[in-house]
């Protein structure tokens, strides 16, 4: 998520000296020279190729669809050139650019530390070092006194590639064996590899081609791992591989043989189950083993059932579920251990229609609910001994409160989170016994900054329909909300995920220049229940876009926002939600950044080889069905281009993305550069080294944001000296 700005003490010096003058000569006073720029400068011109793509009778013309292989040369060099044109339509921002990054890399502090948690006998932590990209991951024996173990340097171990990621860590019951997984290409395909931490020397096991996690039996030596299919990226086979033995002798456990679920193995806390999970959007499914009988068989805890939604948890002699059963906002029910399946359930957390139960965490003596009302999250202690339960306190309306790391079962201390759209993060021990905090950290901004100077809101939007959206929106002390000010917009509003009010030190850059920034908790998501979700998706998918649109509405005209000065942004599925209203509504906004955005969601849907096709039925349709073709036809952002204006537009890719492949966007641009009638800059950046989430390390994405900022702060006239070069 990320922002920018432009244009103010010579609005008021040109009112006074020539008293009112229009909206339009207005912006031609401050116009950006990025708009001249891109009038007098050659756009890249991708060659046509029309492929026919035809299904239920209907025939669409695809221009581009050669795009989609970045094996051609050809695709190289389109990309390529347009990274060009983008460096030359911004090259007036560039220094503005680099006052951006050395700004938001300012405000973090560089030698750093994870708090550290206990597990097993060690505390774990992971530290940056001065002007290091990367963490070095470490223990300590028993106490924080004791000396520090480095597991992984990270910064040495990424030296070689231009992409380097480390995920997974997981150590071995006896504690002398890391297991990790590092992705050199940001595809998210795995090679895991083994450590012996007791001599430092890696082992000669690694296996390739895996999604990163392990899950280790008790015996120190099976590991089980879950096999990415190399096309669809989809995890579908669970593996079994013994310490010292070649890859080619592991053995098969599992394999989810139906496309629409994924698969992956994991430990209980309680450390005595091996977990198979299967998942899709609307089902899941849980084997399980004894972790001390690394040989045996698994045993289903419920077969799979469309439409049932479960999870659980083991403590004692039983299982804690939390399921979807009769249940649309979830409730939690018990079972034995031997008696599994749904009938032998029992309701321990009843359903409530105003309540969404988001998670559990299990300790010795409490339960802790995460649940979800009005759009916050709550967090609930729950005593097993039938003792009074309450809710966790938290100073702010609006705030983000999490449950974090918490290995240990026998402890009265509840490690959570805690920030806010003007709080920074910080990490709590809550004393679940007596409800005292011991604040463990609240991470650094340095350059100044002060939560007082900042103020934050939470609004609510009636819909076109009559639905209820909460708006989040945080500033500046001294933002005055007379429709002038520019403002950002965010949203996303896919996959049941909430999007929390949260702190963002990057976030200051644009609000220390007077811009609002504000998230539109819109109908996808699932801040308002489950509801919300299924209100959003699949044949109700268009809430989620009128949404936005009249949560943009209601900012500019109780002058939250000026007119012309509203600003919008989202990623990945919430580009196809940029993609959709700038279509539906090109006239409310003065710049879209769109980053990763899925916006040819026929074409992705009907391919099955495309990652994350397959699991995704049950969010957008299959197009295979002529009704859910019809209706996606209807918004995909890709195929309702139309001739006339857009705003201006920045649009970012990554060549290796996974999720949302790069030749979307890229299509996408080519097709808008033939068919929009106005001469706005429309940007595409494409990393050429980086996937979804961009580049690695935490400064060099920094980057990435310093030119999204530039190009929105230099439309708003809000840059500095260096931009008016």
């Known amino acids: 998520m990320k922002p920018f700005f432009l244009l103010l003490p010579l609005i008021a010096f040109f009112a006074a000296c020539t008293g009112d003058k229009t909206a339009e000569s207005e912006k031609q006073s401050f116009m950006s020279p990025m708009y001249a720029k891109a009038d007098s400068l050659q756009s890249p011109a991708a060659k046509v190729e029309p492929k026919e793509l035809s299904i239920h009778g209907d025939t669409r013309i695809d221009n581009y669809f050669w795009l989609n292989n970045r094996e051609n040369p050809d695709v190289i060099e389109y990309l390529k050139a347009e990274n060009t044109y983008l460096d030359q339509i911004t090259s007036h921002t560039k220094a503005f650019q680099d006052k951006l990054f050395q700004e938001m890399k300012g405000r973090i502090k560089e030698e750093d530390q994870s708090v550290p948690y206990k597990d097993n006998g060690y505390y774990y932590l992971n530290r940056f070092e001065q002007g290091q990209e990367y963490p070095i991951y470490a223990r300590k024996k028993g106490s924080l006194d004791a000396k520090e173990e480095i597991m992984l340097n990270v910064n040495e171990m990424a030296k070689p590639y231009k992409f380097y990621n480390v995920g997974g860590l997981s150590v071995s019951p006896d504690n002398k064996i ?10 998210r395909i795995y090679t895991i590899k083994f450590k012996n931490l007791e001599t430092g020397q890696m082992l000669a096991d690694e296996i390739p081609g895996a999604t990163g996690s392990t899950a280790w039996a008790n ?5 089980f791992y879950t096999l990415k299919d190399a096309t669809t990226l989809r995890g579908y086979k669970i593996m079994k591989h013994k310490l010292g033995t070649p890859t080619a002798k592991d053995v098969a456990i599992f394999e989810e043989k139906d496309e629409t679920f994924g698969t992956v193995a994991y430990k209980t806390k309680s450390k005595k189950y091996i977990v198979i999970a299967s998942y899709a959007t609307l089902s899941q499914e849980y084997q399980v083993i004894e972790a001390d009988k690394p040989d045996g068989k698994f045993r289903t805890i419920q077969p799979r059932e469309r439409g049932l939604e479960y999870d659980f948890d083991h403590y004692g002699d039983k299982f804690y579920i939390r399921t979807n059963w009769n249940a649309k906002n979830f409730k939690l029910m018990e079972t034995p251990e031997k008696a599994t399946t749904k009938e032998n359930w029992k309701d321990l957390i009843p359903h409530r229609e ?23 999250t709550q967090l609930r202690i729950r005593p097993w001994n039938g003792n009074t339960e309450h809710y966790i306190k938290f100073p702010e309306d609006a705030y983000v409160a999490y449950v974090g790391t918490n290995p240990e079962f026998d402890t009265e201390l509840l490690r959570l989170g805690y920030q806010s759209m003007t709080t920074p993060a ?30 934050s809101e939470r609004i609510f939007v009636t819909a076109r329909d009559g639905a209820i959206v909460p708006v989040s929106i945080v500033y500046r002390k001294g933002y005055k909300k007379d429709g002038k000010a520019p403002l950002l917009l965010y949203g996303y509003g896919s996959y049941g995920a909430s999007m929390e009010p949260y702190f963002s030190s990057t976030r200051l850059s644009l609000l220390d220049r007077g811009f609002g920034y504000a998230i539109a908790h819109i109908r996808g998501g699932q801040e308002m229940g489950r509801q919300w979700y299924d209100d959003g998706k699949l044949l109700k998918k268009k809430n989620t876009f009128t949404d936005f649109i009249d949560c943009a509405e209601y900012l500019v005209k109780n002058k939250y926002a000026a007119k012309d000065q509203l600003f919008a942004m989202g990623g990945s599925a919430g580009g196809l939600l940029m993609g959709a209203v700038v279509n539906m509504r090109p006239d409310l906004w003065k710049g879209v950044v769109a980053s990763v955005p899925f916006v040819d969601v026929i074409t992705t849907m009907l391919d099955e080889s495309i990652p994350l096709t397959t699991g995704e039925f049950d969010e957008w349709g299959n197009p295979k069905d002529k009704a859910y073709y019809d209706y996606i036809k209807s918004y995909s952002p890709y195929d309702n281009l139309e001739a006339k204006d857009y705003p201006a537009m920045l649009v970012t890719t990554g060549l290796h993305d996974s999720q949302v492949q790069y030749w979307e966007p890229a299509k996408w641009v080519a097709k808008l550069r033939t068919i929009k009638t106005d001469k706005n800059p429309l940007l595409l950046h494409t990393n050429m080294d980086a996937g979804h989430g961009g580049a690695s390390g935490r400064f060099e994405s920094l980057k990435e944001i310093a030119l999204e900022y530039a190009f929105i702060l230099d439309l708003a006239g809000k840059a500095d000296a260096e931009v008016k070069n």
């Open 178 to 187: 890391l297991a990790f997984g590092e992705d050199t290409l940001s595809r």
């Open 219 to 223: 015996d120190n030596k099976t590991v």
């Open 426 to 455: 910080t990490t709590y021990d809550y004393h679940m016994s007596t409800k005292a905090f011991d604040m463990l950290k609240q991470q650094p901004v340095l350059g100044g900054f002060d939560a007082a100077n900042y103020v």
């Open 354 to 376: 105003d309540v969404l139960l988001e998670g559990i965490e299990i300790f010795k003596n409490y339960l802790v609910l995460t649940e979800r009302k009005g759009g916050i």
